[in-house]
């Protein structure tokens, strides 16, 4: 079994390293190749592996720490996104501690203090939102514990049920949100596709503590089943699976296949 690629924009799996600070680029293994460029932030971001599942690892809510991408007129993110009304956020993460500032996990995000285009981010009481078009939506479950999330947009549908989510491939549910009938996703060029953490005009500070599996984004909005055997798949294990059990895999440039499961 492997993964649903379908609307697949962008897929990483985080395993560049067991351990230190010697990658320079989380990969994409999506058919894109959008890879993210890796800010340590002197010592407060690291790769780690934890029950076999490997990921990097922030210990501080604050810093400059960081993994991202500019996004530039027509590359593959501005062609995906931009106009876009259905889009899905995939995730394994594990949360310590937050900014009440507002702790970016996974998506788009402006430069100038936005709340973000297309992000998983903290919410109110240390849950998470989702924000679509800088508006924060609802709050997700707090998750302490290693859990994949999917948040699911799609502004077609009707009122309550145009920002769903899954925790841990439960029954997508609707999250209180204010999504207008076929919103479309402004232009996201100068923002930037972002792990951990947002800039503000040069300034960060936006991090969470705890560690990052794993981060895809889609542009089409995933049923029940596509969730169901994502979660199947990165409940085992959330690192590059070995062989060409994704669409994608072969043509990935860098990746080593460290994993001997085969899906």
Same mark, same amino acid.
């Given at each position: 079994m492997?993964?649903?690629?379908?609307?697949?924009?962008?897929r990483y799996y985080l395993d560049e390293a067991v351990d230190g600070t010697g990658p320079t680029l989380v990969n994409d293994a999506g058919p894109n190749n959008i890879d993210l460029t890796i800010?340590?932030?002197?010592?407060?971001?690291?790769?780690?592996?934890?029950s076999g599942n490997r990921g990097l690892e922030s210990i501080s809510t604050t810093g400059v720490q960081r993994a991202d991408y500019t996004i530039t007129s027509s590359d593959a993110l501005d062609t995906a996104l931009t106009g876009g009304k259905k889009f899905t956020l995939e995730v394994v993460v594990r949360v310590d501690a937050w900014t009440v500032n507002g702790s970016r996990i996974f998506g788009i995000n402006a430069t100038a203090g936005e709340n973000g285009s297309l992000i998983v981010r903290r919410g109110g009481s240390d849950n998470i939102s989702v924000t679509f078009n800088d508006a924060a939506q609802g709050d997700?479950?707090?998750?302490?514990?290693?859990?994949v999330?999917?948040?699911?947009?799609? *502004?077609?549908?009707t009122a309550n049920s145009r920002i769903q989510y899954s925790i841990n491939g439960g029954t /997508? %549910?609707?999250? *209180?949100?204010?999504v207008g009938l076929d919103e479309t996703l402004a232009?996201?060029?100068?923002?930037? /596709? %972002?792990?951990?953490?947002r800039e503000n005009v040069g300034t960060?500070?936006?991090?969470?503590?705890?560690?990052l599996f794993y981060a895809a984004m889609y542009n089409v909005a995933f049923s029940q089943t596509d969730i169901d055997t994502n979660y199947a798949i990165l409940t085992a294990d959330d690192d590059t699976p070995a062989g060409a059990?994704?669409?994608?895999?072969?043509?990935?440039?860098?990746?080593?296949?460290?994993n001997t499961v085969n899906y």
């Open positions: 492997a993964l649903v690629d379908t609307g697949l924009v962008v800010n340590y932030g002197s010592g407060n971001l690291d790769y780690t592996e934890v997700i479950d707090a998750v302490s514990s290693r859990t999330i999917h948040a699911v947009i799609d *502004s077609t549908k /997508l %549910t609707d999250l *209180s949100n204010t232009s996201v060029v100068g923002q930037k /596709l %972002t792990m951990f953490n960060y500070d936006r991090s969470f503590d705890g560690e059990a994704d669409t994608y895999l072969m043509a990935a440039r860098r990746h080593t296949f460290v």
